[in-house]
């Protein structure tokens, strides 16, 4: 169990539980996962996975051309997803879904790999917690529209993002992987830049680590 | 008052010796991302105000100090900084900055942060390229990097305003770095002290004048009145000196200062005229004080000469301009902010007492 201080307050467990929302789950997913949406003419000429997610879920298949193919013909086997139209230009698509049920299908349909997603997410958050900087958590914390946003990067260069509870339920909002390109140091420094500005804004949280479990971190 | 964070200088510093390290030993890609790692924490250190330490890491005046190789590695990842994503991250931007506005509360948050992780990819350019100027004096970077940077910026600027819903994480993005450097990260630092749903009020101002189109007018007023604020806020004035070298006390008109000096300014315009007044200076006969449109001097009690000459207001080059007798009460006197007196930086108030007079600088 991890137990935290938040702002100073009362010490909390911190729990990664899932997305904010099924459709921000799955826009994610299909974005940086199976890159069904919200590609440039590039990208698409390239057929090149540049977050390389097959290395983290061994469920995906590494041709990025055959792991598309597949994801949608599984979401034309669903129903109801525009996507399947779409792909991979349409960017909000997700975002703007009506459809309760066929968010639900498609939930069921990649449970496997949603799931190994998110676990990516919650390995990430809990890394950075078992593996400090000499300045202390590598977590990120700040405030944010009333709410605490939370940002962590591994050094898988898996970033996750979510909003942070008082009760230390995070519900992530994205999680994607920093480019094969940059070094985890690189995007540390980058995040390290993040962390000064909002303690120069004032909208730092501080995060003070109370107690740490003992866990095999995939990281 | 700005002061640099002690965890990022030191992680900068850490980052810019282990990746000119790295430099040395490495080869192909491995080497041209040691260098860009290297030279983007210099220009973080440079950009935090510590160009001394940076340049003592990359070895002294034009990275003599440092072996041939890395030398060259560093001209050569300088003088190609711009990756092909750049172009992409810019089509990402004008394509997602307009949803911002549209989607749930939810939803927009992930957006914001595809949003954000795009303009990270101009910030690292920038960076790298003030690490570029510090290690070398003339590193003679190519014409076609600037056409690259240009046309990120053509394509990003329109759509700056709509990531006002970034909110604090705009302003954080640019408060990390000394005020000097942060007019070259417009893309965050640009109205980063407006707040995240800046552009409800846009709607409402907008159903304010569909319904009174008689407000115009004063709505137009408001916004010169901002415009003359924007040009002398110091930091503003810092940042554009740093392109056209103008001083700063050329560019703020008196009239903005005294206005500027009313601690809830801006609250204060939303609501339009209130008949608050703000204290602008004190002297020992009285006190000067101002609203939205005039300026006061208020005799303190007893203080007022017998013969009653009224204090007046002094700029170089033109006649002294007595106060007016304001109605509201006895041994207190007036001027009009808009006399063009107030358009100038500075002014003297001569305050005559029984002894002679007082003075007061405004400015």
């Known amino acids: ?219 | 008052m700005w002061k640099p964070d002690d965890a990022l200088l030191d992680e900068a510093a850490d980052q810019l010796a282990d990746a000119l390290s790295r430099v040395q030993a490495a080869e192909g890609d491995k080497l041209r991302t040691a260098a860009l790692e290297a030279l983007e924490a210099a220009g973080t250190l440079v950009a935090c105000g510590a160009r001394a330490k940076a340049e003592e890491l990359l070895g002294g005046a034009d990275a003599i100090g440092l072996p041939e190789k890395t030398r060259r590695a560093l001209l050569e990842a300088a003088r190609a900084v711009c990756p092909d994503e750049l172009d992409d991250a810019a089509a990402e931007i004008a394509e997602l900055a307009p949803e911002l506005a549209l989607v749930s509360e939810a939803d927009r948050a992930a957006l914001e942060e595809r949003v954000a992780s795009a303009l990270q990819l101009r910030d690292s350019i920038e960076l790298v390229l003030e690490g570029a100027r510090a290690a070398f004096s003339n590193p003679a970077l190519p014409p076609e990097l600037d056409a690259s940077l240009e046309s990120f910026d053509e394509l990003v600027r329109p759509e700056v305003w709509r990531t006002l819903a970034l909110g604090e994480r705009r302003a954080a993005r640019a408060l990390w770095m000394a005020p000097a450097y942060r007019a070259r990260f417009w893309w965050w630092s640009k109205g980063c002290d407006l707040p995240a749903d800046s552009l409800d009020s846009l709607a409402i101002a907008a159903r304010v004048l569909a319904v009174f189109p008689e407000a115009r007018g004063h709505f137009e007023q408001l916004i010169d009145a901002e415009r003359t604020l924007e040009s002398g806020r110091p930091e503003a004035a810092r940042s554009s000196a740093l392109c056209e070298e103008r001083p700063l006390a050329e560019v703020i008109p008196l009239f903005a200062r005294i206005r500027r000096s009313h601690p809830q300014r801006q609250a204060q315009a939303l609501a339009a005229a209130t008949e608050e007044t703000w204290l602008v200076a004190e002297a020992k006969s009285a006190v000067v004080t101002a609203d939205d449109e005039m300026l006061y001097v208020d005799y303190r009690e007893g203080c007022a000469p017998a013969h009653r000459r009224p204090p007046t207001l002094e700029v170089e080059g033109q006649p002294p301009l007595p106060g007016g007798k304001s109605a509201a009460a006895c041994g207190s006197f007036e001027w009009s902010l808009g006399a063009p007196q107030f358009r100038q930086p500075k002014a003297r108030l001569r305050i005559p007492v029984e002894s002679g007079e007082e003075i007061v600088e405004l400015g």
Not at chain 1, 65 to 86: F, I, T
Request: charged share 30%; net charge neutral; with cysteine.
């Open chain 1, 1 to 219: 169990m991890t137990r935290l201080r938040i702002g100073g307050g009362e010490p909390v467990e911190l729990r990664v539980e899932g997305f904010i929302s099924a459709r921000a789950a799955h826009g994610h997913l299909f974005k940086h996962v199976f890159r069904l949406a919200g590609l440039s003419y590039r990208e698409l000429q390239a057929n090149d996975d540049p977050e390389r997610w097959a290395e983290l879920l061994p469920e995906l298949d590494h041709d990025l051309s055959r792991r598309r193919d597949l994801a949608l013909r599984r979401l034309a086997e669903a129903g109801g997803c525009r996507l399947c139209e779409k792909a991979p230009t349409e960017d909000v698509v997700c975002a703007e879904c009506p459809d309760e049920r066929a968010l639900g299908r498609i939930g069921h349909l990649f449970g496997e790999v949603l799931d190994g997603y998110r676990r990516s997410a919650a390995s990430a958050i809990h890394w950075c917690v078992e593996n400090p900087s000499r300045h202390g958590l590598r977590l990120l914390a700040y405030r944010h529209d009333d709410h605490v946003r939370i940002k962590a990067l591994d050094s898988r260069r898996c970033v996750a993002v979510g909003v942070l509870e008082q009760d230390g339920q995070v519900r992530l909002l994205s999680c994607y992987r920093r480019e094969p390109g940059r070094t985890f140091s690189a995007s540390w420094l980058d995040m390290s830049r993040e962390r000064a500005g909002h303690r120069n804004a004032g909208t730092l949280v501080e995060l003070e680590l109370v107690a740490k479990e003992h866990r095999n971190v995939e990281a």
